[in-house]
Structures are given as C-alpha cells and as structure tokens.
C-alpha cells in the first residue's frame, strides 16, 4: 500500500521517572477480507496485524490485532522515560510489509 503514512506524537521532553503518553495513527484500509468487490470477488484480506513499540531497545508495547480493528488504527499508551533515547514503532502488515518510525526523545 502506498499510502500507508504512520503518525507519532510524543510530547517534546520529559524529566527522568516522568510516564509521557505516546500516541500513534497509521494510514491504513485494513481490509478485512469479508467484503466483495464489484464483480462478486472477495476482496483479500490486508490489515496491519501487529504494532510493536521499543524504547531504548526495550519492548514496552507489542499488540496483535484482529480484523474487527477499524482502518487507520490509533494507539495510545503511557511509557515511563529514564533517559534520553529513541522510540523504535514498527507496524507489520498482512501482505509482508513492515512500516517503522524511529524518533528520538530528550530526557531532561
């Protein structure tokens, strides 16, 4: 899919100890392979499957998701920072695809 366009906010710093929320969006269809097109043919399945979120090279957040999920998925979630580092968001699509985002984050 080339439209596929994720979408991260983070607040610009924190201090060490401090719980920040992140919010995530992806562009997305997320076909769920039940519907049909205009010929009568089921359309295939392709929804992001699994969202994955590392900070400092640690996993804080690692999701499956089912077809029910709607299209553009949105996530929000709270991490604890302790220091300055980068947020690694990955998102794993049906077809194979793997879309990531890395931003880095100032801890004061």
């Not at 590392?54 to 957040?61: F, Q």
């Not at 999920?69 to 991490?79: G, L, R, T």
Request: net charge negative; charged share 30%.
């Amino acid at each position: 899919m080339s439209d596929v366009r994720p979408r991260i906010r983070l607040p610009r710093s924190a201090n060490a100890g401090d719980v920040v929320e992140v919010k995530t969006l992806i562009s997305h269809n997320m076909e769920t392979g039940l519907r049909r097109d205009g010929s009568g043919d089921a359309i295939p399945r392709q929804i992001i499957h699994r969202f994955t979120c590392e900070y400092a090279g640690k996993m804080v957040l690692d999701v499956e998701m089912e077809p029910a999920i709607s299209a553009n998925p949105y996530m929000e979630f709270d991490v604890q920072v302790d220091e300055s580092a980068d947020f690694v968001f990955t998102w794993y699509d049906d077809d194979g695809s793997v879309y990531s985002e890395t931003q880095s984050f100032e801890v004061s």
